[in-house]
């Protein structure tokens, strides 16, 4: 008996079987259509070798990774990583993984990224992503198969899965029109967000359609330290309450605020968007616009899914945000 030291090849599997190896790799591939026997001899060597085809090998065969790609611009918020939860999970339980690129907030690094990405996988899902449109218009064609979300102001030839921003921070402005605010300030996110014109454009038709509303912009941007920097610039607008891009801005607006002895709500009210998981348990609690982020993640992969089989997709998708009141909106305090 021959003791055999190292990994087995195909080469030592078709000297066994007596065939070439692209016969064995037809046959470990299931691509096979020669004599069943030649098919039986190539099984059993590999079997009594103990080989087995390396993944990326078959992947390489067959046309076929089983992964997805996802690109986001910032996976350390939290609403991006629900999204991520939502798609992975339900990809996994029809055999593929996810690969994750994170393009921290840049433009200019995203088509290259996802081009990158694209390559490796079989497809590809975009996450709110940050550059011009016509550049994704361009691009969109070389990634397919694509199932793109939180770009509503596109019409691109892929599934599409979209927030109603503008309506939802009406409703956040509603709340607060309805407990007697008069004097809102919005913390705004970055030029680039899509999402963030949206607001904006959602905040001016409320302004516009509610007499005596004054409602003041100041700049902020998508994380907590971006609320923290915002607080002295709110403040000074004498406002009494906040509107945040996000929670991660308003739960840092509201540290900052509190460090310097503003109560909240009493001297002034701050909301978010997105409801978080942190939200409910900041102190105040945290009133805010909540979006399903992890049912998003589930249907870009029903998209998907339906894509890589060559299936229609189904409809695109918008979901309308709802607000979760909380303990940091209370009615203008007055003295």
């Given at each position: 008996?021959?003791?055999?030291?190292g990994?087995?090849?195909i080469?030592d599997?078709a000297a066994?079987?007596?065939?070439?190896?692209?016969?064995?790799?037809?046959v470990?591939?299931?691509?096979f259509?020669g004599?069943?026997a030649v098919?039986?001899r190539?099984?059993?060597?590999a079997r009594?070798l103990?080989y087995s085809p390396?993944?990326?090998?078959?992947?390489?065969a067959?046309g076929t990774?089983h992964a997805?790609?996802f690109v986001?611009p910032?996976?350390?918020?939290p609403m991006?990583q629900?999204?991520?939860?939502?798609l992975?999970?339900?990809?996994?339980?029809?055999g593929?993984?996810?690969?994750?690129a994170?393009?921290?907030?840049?433009?200019s690094d995203e088509?290259?990224?996802?081009a990158?990405i694209?390559?490796?996988?079989?497809a590809?899902?975009?996450c709110a992503?940050?550059?011009?449109?016509?550049?994704?218009?361009?691009?969109?064609a070389?990634?397919q198969?694509?199932?793109v979300?939180n770009?509503?102001?596109?019409?691109?030839?892929a599934?599409?899965l979209?927030?109603?921003?503008?309506?939802g921070v009406q409703?956040?402005?509603q709340?607060l029109?309805d407990?007697?605010h008069?004097?809102?300030?919005y913390?705004a996110?970055?030029?680039k967000?899509?999402s963030?014109?949206?607001?904006?454009?959602?905040?001016?038709?409320f302004a516009d359609?509610?007499?005596g509303?004054?409602?003041?912009?100041?700049?902020?941007?998508?994380?907590s330290?971006?609320g923290?920097?915002?607080?002295p610039h709110?403040?000074?607008?004498g406002?009494t309450a906040?509107i945040?891009?996000n929670?991660?801005?308003?739960?840092g607006l509201m540290?900052a605020?509190?460090?310097?002895?503003?109560?909240?709500?009493?001297?002034?009210?701050?909301?978010g968007?997105d409801?978080i998981p942190?939200a409910?348990?900041?102190?105040?609690p945290l009133?805010t616009?909540s979006?399903?982020?992890?049912?998003l993640g589930?249907e870009a992969?029903r998209r998907?899914?339906?894509?890589?089989?060559?299936?229609a997709p189904?409809?695109d998708?918008v979901f309308?945000?709802?607000?979760?009141?909380?303990?940091?909106?209370?009615?203008?305090?007055?003295?």
């Amino acid at each position: 008996m021959v003791r055999r030291t190292g990994l087995t090849t195909i080469a030592d599997v078709a000297a066994r079987a007596g065939v070439s190896p692209a016969t064995v790799s037809r046959v470990m591939n299931d691509r096979f259509a020669g004599e069943p026997a030649v098919a039986e001899r190539v099984t059993t060597a590999a079997r009594e070798l103990g080989y087995s085809p390396s993944p990326l090998g078959r992947a390489l065969a067959l046309g076929t990774t089983h992964a997805i790609a996802f690109v986001v611009p910032d996976l350390g918020n939290p609403m991006f990583q629900a999204v991520l939860s939502g798609l992975s999970k339900t990809a996994a339980r029809d055999g593929y993984r996810v690969l994750v690129a994170d393009s921290a907030e840049s433009p200019s690094d995203e088509p290259l990224l996802a081009a990158e990405i694209r390559r490796r996988t079989d497809a590809i899902v975009l996450c709110a992503p940050r550059m011009a449109g016509d550049r994704l218009a361009t691009l969109a064609a070389s990634l397919q198969p694509l199932v793109v979300i939180n770009r509503p102001d596109l019409v691109l030839s892929a599934p599409s899965l979209a927030i109603d921003y503008e309506s939802g921070v009406q409703r956040i402005a509603q709340h607060l029109y309805d407990l007697g605010h008069r004097h809102i300030v919005y913390v705004a996110g970055t030029e680039k967000s899509v999402s963030n014109r949206f607001r904006i454009k959602g905040l001016d038709a409320f302004a516009d359609s509610h007499r005596g509303v004054r409602i003041d912009r100041v700049d902020g941007g998508v994380t907590s330290a971006d609320g923290i920097a915002a607080a002295p610039h709110v403040l000074r607008t004498g406002a009494t309450a906040a509107i945040a891009i996000n929670d991660l801005v308003a739960i840092g607006l509201m540290h900052a605020l509190t460090e310097q002895g503003v109560s909240i709500p009493g001297d002034i009210s701050v909301t978010g968007m997105d409801d978080i998981p942190f939200a409910q348990f900041s102190s105040p609690p945290l009133t805010t616009a909540s979006v399903p982020h992890v049912e998003l993640g589930v249907e870009a992969w029903r998209r998907m899914a339906a894509l890589l089989r060559n299936e229609a997709p189904g409809y695109d998708m918008v979901f309308q945000p709802r607000v979760e009141v909380r303990g940091s909106t209370a009615p203008p305090h007055t003295a």
